[in-house]
């Protein structure tokens, strides 16, 4: 993996310091400039632990990890639990929806400005047909790596971090919108940003942005053109998953996505590689949906991306 954007800027500017320096001096550390907390790199093999462990729970309960099916609610139970060991204060949100229980569940990590809360999200849910690997145990893995990464780096950000897992998105955004609905006016306006992912593996990748927020855009696009990726705004999925609640309440928001059911053009497949006149994901929402459907350099790259942007946003 390569220097992060703002690891890179400070080792050139040591070097720069050095330079400066006559006569071959040593670069006082204790002259260096305060600088942003560095981002972990996330390690590619822990989110793709997390992604068999969900395809086992599926593959346990009838192939899926649906909404009001026992694969989802062993999903939450797997992720609550690594999450309480770290060290998160979790809470699990129940609702009803289509006549059934569903849950969100929310982790916080103590300390921070409560009035500045920085919060990452996905979906847990997958729909019925198929165990929901890439959408959305992709992005499901990738904040719970990242929160385990905070916690293993005990990281204390001036911000205050939360992580959610939503139920019942594949039903049309419920439990977000009841996680949104259910927050007090003071306590939504003290959620400085939302970043959501949902499908960041896809087996023929693109690397779309979400042009919302723009400062939350600008830390996603710095840290791919920190990798020399390019990126495109995110068009397929606007409004399809669960930022659009917190952006109807006022939230800022941002995310990353790698396509769902689109067709991967020329000019795409000759900058990102993969193959044109496929679909991003040719197994969206079907029973090939497994690990097998999964590009592991875009999820690599992908994870690194939400630590990155979490560390940056927080600090
Ligand atoms: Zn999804």
Known sequence: MKLSVSARAVVSGAVATAMLLAGGAVADAASTPPRPAAAPDI???GVKAHLSQLQSIA??????????????????????????????TTTVQQFTASGRTGYNLIADWPGGDANQVVMAGSHLDSVSSGPGINDNGSGSAAVLETALAVSRAQYKPAKHLRFAWWGAEELGLVGSRHYVNRLATGDRSRIGAYLN????????????????????EKTFKEYFSGLGVPTEIETEGDGRSDHAPFKSAGVPVG?????????????????????????????????????????????????????????ELSE
């Open 59 to 88: 593959t346990a309960n009838g192939g899926n990890r649906a909404h009001g099916r026992p694969g989802y609610k062993a999903s939450i139970d797997h992720i609550k639990a690594k999450l309480d060991a770290a060290g998160y």
């Open 197 to 216: 992912f949902d499908m960041i593996g896809s087996p023929n990748p693109g690397y779309f942005v979400y042009d919302d927020d723009p400062a939350i």
């Open 255 to 311: 995310g990353l996505f790698t396509g769902a059911s689109r067709t991967k053009t020329a000019a795409q497949a000759a900058k990102w590689g993969g193959t044109a006149g496929r679909a991003f994901d040719r197994c969206y929402h079907s029973s090939c949906d497994t690990t097998a459907n999964i590009d592991d350099t875009a999820l690599d790259r992908n994870s690194d991306a939400v630590a990155y942007a979490v560390w």
């Open 43 to 45: 390690p590619l093999a």
